[in-house]
């Protein structure tokens, strides 16, 4: 199966701050989901999803080191278009 990086919004999420961390894993939720109903041997990869546990505030610059790393294990990226991004 080809790995699919999926980069959805987190900071151009058209939310308030203190929302804006369960939206991002919403929005992530429902675009991986798409990629596995609508790309039958794709498997979704979505560093908001992997790093979720980490402190935007402490670990951010660290997150974006990691996700650029698993960015470079994937085979395709895929670039959400989701609504509620600025």
């Known amino acids: 199966m080809a790995l699919v990086y999926v980069a959805s919004p987190y900071k151009a999420l058209a939310v308030r701050e203190s929302q804006r961390k369960a939206q991002a894993i919403s ?3 429902q675009e991986c989901l798409k990629i596995m109903r609508e790309c039958e041997g794709f498997t979704p990869v ?4 992997q790093f ?9 610059d660290k997150a974006l080191q990691m996700g650029l790393e698993l960015l470079k294990a994937c085979d395709y990226i895929y670039l959400s278009k989701h609504k509620d991004a600025k």
């Open 27 to 29: 929005v992530a939720q």
């Open 52 to 60: 979720s546990y980490l402190d935007e505030n402490k670990h951010r």
């Open 46 to 49: 979505s560093p908001i999803l």
